[in-house]
């Protein structure tokens, strides 16, 4: 056996290291804390097989964990890829043909081949030197000359040390996305698998893994999310010497990806971060990444708009002077961006038909919607426009035209969700006809804004030939977007899918907000914002003041609260400004006011978040010296005194002024307060940076259901 090479990636904080093999593809090796080397050759280390001496009952040349397992070959673990060639080339084995690194963009991009079975696979691995995050991107060749039956790819393998055995994932339903569910992990495999064909409310494609004693900001943590909008898996598995593999990837459907001679498929990109500052390191690492993969109008994000969102104000109840008189209200309370949700089309009294049928509704706007919009405009505020294209009512005309035109299993009855079918992305003409209706309002309004909505999972995904057509689905409504973004580049596009349904890094290259969840209960949005925050950023996360009782859950919170929750994303109203007393208009003013002050800190600054037991919820937004922290109180006192919060990111050796911002939006009852809380308001008062790291802030007396924001600045 010849002399490993060590293949190393290192970046802000962390470092990726592989090693060679004579016959095989790269072994992991590491994948944590920075190895402050300037090169691999650098450093003597064992090769792998020297730590790992025969065992009984292993196989004379045992396979490690290579970058690209195969299946069949001595390696007994999860493989990176299964598939055949009409029962031949069940087992594949891959060896390094070639290794670049490009050291510019700090990445290694490894061929791998396997002479037997005629697969070639290409990994490209970049670890990004300022975010810390490392992209896989992975695909795999046909170089045979029949067909092969891919029926699982990874989209990436990741190596996590034994110590890494805490995974937390996010995951609920429709209006309870983002749940948190910790799972300690052992010698089982664990495993989730989507097959919704979106990026679905039940899982989010990633997950984070931390070590035992690894807190919400301190200890290591590894993260992984999947850019992909379609079925996806992810599964982890003890190795033999209680190390973990993680693969993550697309989850195919039987006979979905038929390589044809010649053909690549590219699985779909992976984006992994290691941090030692926990969960919430984990969280900013991807927070940064996924912002610079943007495409904002203009290369950069413009202020985040305050939204009025019609839906859950007026449903389907479009009168146009209405409408205008709602805009007019929006507009005096401060709105930026009017949005006119689902009812505007033709044939769309209700939920029941009119999908398909992309021209405004001739008895609800007999002028069409030009002057609903311009009217918007005249009052200041950009215009959007609700759409779900990919959606189809088998009572439309569309449908009656096309009725060919929905994915669909022949011999098999249509199944609807929420009375409608899925039109075929993958079809040319289908993509052609949406870009032309959506085209066309685009150039013939002044819609500067989509809300492109998803409202069904799908099943009986077959295509016109009657193959399974899942991945074509996501890629045809990428390419469509992308079409559309070309033509239009100006319009921004939120994705929505009955909320949270399709929020990921992948349709994020094509879209500019998250309808983060149909659920606007402010203390569910807590928890649904908490899980939405480790791996999306603040100002992508769509958050709306809804009116109470909340629609969804038939809770009631005062409007501070509502408010103080939903100021911390893009902030928007859904609900009927003109049903508020005086008094309370005056209040939601001032708390659009407060989020036009603060967005630029709020939406370009490090996130963290922690809970005080069952109690407390938190939030600080904090960079250059300067944070808010919003502390929720969720559940009534049990104990006599508010607990402390030890406030985290701080620079020991700095004092920093806290103002208690919001005495008067807070309402709180519990008099007389002592000299500390009344210092606090006003100009505030200066404390030690070590003080409030390490002992913690006290907390004023606050009721259940409310919210207090503090101000820190750094002094010089
Ligand atoms: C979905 C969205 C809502 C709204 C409705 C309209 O449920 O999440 O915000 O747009 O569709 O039908």
Request: negative net charge; charged residues 20%.
């Amino acid at each position: 056996m010849s002399t490993p090479d060590y293949l190393l990636l290192t970046g802000r904080d962390t470092s990726v290291l592989l090693e060679t093999q004579d016959d095989g593809a790269p072994l992991w090796r590491y994948w944590g804390a920075a190895i402050r080397r300037t090169a691999a050759t650098a450093m003597t280390l064992p090769a792998l097989q020297d730590e790992r001496p025969p065992a009984s009952f292993t196989l004379n040349q045992p396979v490690h964990f290579p970058v690209f397992p195969g299946f069949g070959n001595g390696w007994f673990n999860l493989p990176a890829i299964t598939g055949h060639r009409q029962q031949q080339d069940f087992s594949q084995h891959f060896s390094t043909r070639r290794i670049d690194t490009d050291t510019e963009a700090n990445s290694l991009t490894i061929e791998l081949q396997d002479t037997v079975t005629q697969l070639a696979v290409t990994i490209t691995l970049a670890l990004c030197q300022r975010t810390d995050v490392l992209s896989v991107n992975t695909s795999l060749s046909n170089e045979g000359t029949t067909p092969f039956a891919l029926q699982s790819l990874a989209a990436g393998c990741l190596l996590l040390p034994a110590e890494g055995n805490r995974l937390r994932y996010v995951g609920g339903r429709h209006n309870a996305e983002f749940a948190e569910h910790e799972v300690q992990l052992g010698r089982h495999q664990f495993s989730i698998e989507n097959r919704r064909g979106i990026t679905s409310h039940e899982f989010f494609p990633g997950a984070v893994i931390a070590e035992a004693g690894t807190t919400e900001h301190q200890g290591l943590a590894w993260g992984a999310q999947l850019a992909w909008s379609g079925n996806h898996f992810q599964t982890i598995e003890q190795l033999p010497d209680g190390s973990r593999q993680w693969h993550l990837g697309e989850w195919l459907a039987p006979g979905e990806i038929f390589l044809e001679p010649g053909a690549t498929h590219t699985a779909p990109t992976l984006l992994a971060t290691c941090s030692q500052q926990g969960f919430d390191g984990v969280a900013s690492n991807f927070h940064q990444a996924i912002r610079e993969t943007v495409s904002w109008p203009g290369n950069s994000m413009a202020p985040r708009q305050v939204h009025a969102n019609t839906w859950e104000g007026i449903y389907f109840q479009h009168d146009m002077a209405d409408l205008k008189a709602l805009a007019s209200a929006y507009a005096e309370t401060g709105v930026e961006r009017f949005v006119l949700d689902d009812g505007w089309f033709r044939n769309r009294p209700d939920d029941r038909s009119g999908l398909g049928d992309w021209t405004p509704d001739a008895t609800k706007y007999p002028a069409g919607l030009k002057p609903l919009a311009e009217h918007v405009l005249e009052l200041g505020m950009s215009f959007g426009l609700w759409v779900e294209p990919e959606m189809i009512n088998p009572d439309s005309d569309l449908f009656r035209a096309h009725p060919d035109w929905p994915l669909q299993v022949q011999g098999r009855p249509l199944l609807t969700g929420r009375n409608q079918l899925v039109l075929d992305m993958g079809r040319e003409v289908v993509r052609n006809y949406l870009f032309d209706v959506i085209h066309q309002l685009l150039s013939t309004l002044p819609v500067t804004y989509l809300k492109w909505d998803h409202n069904r999972h799908l099943t009986q995904a077959g295509d016109q030939f009657g193959k399974p057509a899942w991945h074509q689905q996501v890629l045809g409504t990428w390419q469509l977007m992308q079409r559309l973004r070309d033509a239009h580049p100006d319009v921004e596009i939120e994705s929505c899918s009955g909320g949270g349904g399709r929020i990921d890094a992948g349709i994020l290259k094509y879209t500019h907000r998250f309808w983060t969840s149909d659920c606007i209960d402010a203390l569910s949005r807590i928890d649904i914002q908490r899980g939405f925050l480790q791996f999306m950023p603040p100002e992508l996360m769509g958050s709306h003041i809804g009116t109470a009782p909340a629609h969804t859950t038939g809770r009631s919170q005062g409007l501070d609260f509502r408010a103080a929750v939903a100021v911390t994303g893009h902030l928007g109203i859904e609900f009927d400004v003109r049903s508020l007393s005086e008094q309370d208009k005056a209040a939601l003013k001032s708390w659009l006011n407060f989020y036009k002050t603060y967005r630029v800190l709020l939406h370009g600054s490090r996130v963290w978040r922690g809970r005080i037991g069952t109690s407390f919820s938190w939030q600080l937004h904090a960079e250059g010296g300067e944070g808010l922290l919003f502390v929720y109180r969720l559940q009534p006192q049990t104990d006599i005194y508010e607990p402390l919060l030890r406030i985290p990111g701080l620079m020991a050796e700095h004092d920093y002024r806290v103002r208690w911002l919001n005495t008067d939006f807070a309402r709180r009852t519990r008099k007389p307060e002592t000299g500390f809380f009344q210092q606090l308001q006003g100009d505030g008062l200066t404390l030690p940076g070590d003080w409030l790291g390490q002992r913690g802030l006290a907390l004023p007396p606050m009721k259940a259901e409310r919210c207090a924001i503090f101000h820190l600045q750094r002094t010089a």
